[in-house]
């Protein structure tokens, strides 16, 4: 059956663009439908003062063109929002992909035609088209957490999300604010932003302290990016073969092969050197054994008690949860920034907020006069922004159905998902996606899929489909590298537990094992006929399987 187009591609983030450009490349018609002015994704919506990337510009690049790699320069260690979203559009217009790109519009609804083996796509004007192929490549954190606190519809100063900032600026001077969140956009709001020096009071709300350790934020010296740019090669091969997907990201070494002294110089080193080294360069074994662990947190709690002067208040700062077990966080002057006079804290697990009244928050213990509320709480994750969509698959049934509400996903390799023939996830859950280099995980799980569908136009099959064994098998053993850490001890939203009306996963949603591990696991199944899928008109003879 004729389809208006090859493939829609849902989302113009970075995964969409370079979906987009892979399909392209191998003669397909593809259309992207961005509900967005522009492209850049994420790093569209979230605007707030203070956002910067928390991975390091050197490995945050596109790295599958020499000359789009060398003829972009990064400004900082870690680059602020605004140059991400021109990044975003120099990516866009250096490989003209501008042109099939429709901006201010969402798709409303995707249904598998089991007839023609092809995906009917709505559009929120109205718009029916069909393709061959439909991608998501709506990213992990692009649905807004928005708490329902009582009251709020009656706050009569300004109310904000990071996640939906508006394009215009806000004024803070002289104003009384409150910044309810502390993950990392409400970490980045209260001391990357220049907020705190300019308003007469900011109150933080926050619900769990948090381990938060220094970016070590620098401009980037033309030696460093010479350097850089003159060893794209030797750069590409560490970062294929880290655990993050990124230089200085991996280590060998247990905690337990120091001495306590020993262990406190190293846990210096990678304070002082920032990015992600506290977290991934020091031992291994933090995020796997509880006594390693306890080394990790007892220094960043006698951290915070050295910075904080007020001991209360470094006490409520102070985290009890396994380190590493929620995201880690990197900004610089956090703490530092509660030693102003002009900030407080507030802990809600001892005071909590009673209600939102026309000039301020009440909470158990006192009231909080305020102009501005700035709400920091992250995200639907991962399958938020699925679930917004009406897709449906074989039999009518949604993807929302199939996943049990979020209870039961299975994704395998975190690509595709059965029931939903020639349907594609980019970075979908299960991949490494927020638990690796988000660029570097594309060009492997977007390049994978691109290499699929290609395989599938050259050899005429029409219809593709994960089969039921490997995606269990895949997202049991997803979880079980869960089950092998630390992660499951503490409540997170990399389970869905900042959602409250989200039912907790079987299955883990982030592959755990690296990004070396992930792309030998995709090139083996590619080496093996696509191992796990059913290839086929009818399903009727699988080329591979689990």
Known sequence: MKTDLDAIVVGAGFSGLYMLHRLREQGLTVRVFERGTAVGGTWYWNRYPGLQCDTETISYSFTFDKALYNDWTWSRRFAPREEIQRYA????????????????????FA???????????????????????????????????????????????????????????????????????????GAQVICNGGIAEKVDRMVVFQRTPQYITPAKQMVLSEDVVRERKENLEALVEEMKNSSFGAPGTSTNRSAFEHTAEQRKE?????????????????????????????????????????????????????????????????????????????VDLVALKEEPIVEVT?????????????????????????????????????????????????????????IATEGFPNMFMCQGPQSPSVMANFLFGIELNVGWTARMIGHMVEQGIDRVEATAEAEFKWADMVQKQAEATLLLKT????????????????????YLDGVKKYREVLEAHEANGFEGFTLGAALESATASA
């Open 89 to 108: 559009e120099y990516v866009t217009d250096r490989l003209d992909l501008r042109k099939d790109i429709q901006f201010q519009t969402a798709v409303s």
């Open 111 to 185: 249904h598998f035609q089991e007839e023609s083996n092809t995906w009917k796509v709505g559009l929120d004007d109205g718009t029916v088209l069909t393709s061959r192929f439909f991608v998501t490549a709506s990213g992990p954190l692009s649905t807004a957490n928005v708490p329902t606190l009582p009251g709020l519809e009656g706050f009569s100063g300004e109310v904000y999300h990071t996640a939906t900032w508006p394009h215009e600026d806000i004024k803070f001077s002289g104003k009384k604010i409150a910044v309810v969140g502390t993950g990392s956009s």
């Open 266 to 342: 190293v846990f210096e080193a990678a304070w002082e050197y920032g990015a992600q080294a506290f977290a991934l360069a020091t031992y291994n074994d933090l995020t796997s054994n509880e006594e390693a662990n306890g080394f990790a947190a007892q220094f960043v709690r006698d951290k915070i008690s050295e910075i904080v002067t007020d001991q209360e208040t470094a006490r409520k700062l102070m985290p009890t949860y396994l380190f590493g077990t929620k995201r880690p966080i990197k900004a610089d002057n956090y703490y530092e920034t509660f030693n102003r006079e002009n």
């Open 358 to 414: 026309a000039n301020g928050i009440q909470t158990k213990d006192g009231f909080y006069e305020l102009d501005m509320i700035i709400f920091a709480t992250g995200f639907d994750a991962v399958t938020g922004t699925l679930f917004n969509m009406d897709i449906r698959g074989v039999g009518g049934q949604t993807l929302r159905e199939k996943w049990k509400n979020g209870a039961e996903v299975m994704a395998h390799l975190g």
């Open 491 to 510: 409540e997170s939203w990399w389970s869905g537990a900042n959602i409250a009306e989200k039912p907790r996963p079987k299955y883990f949603l982030t």
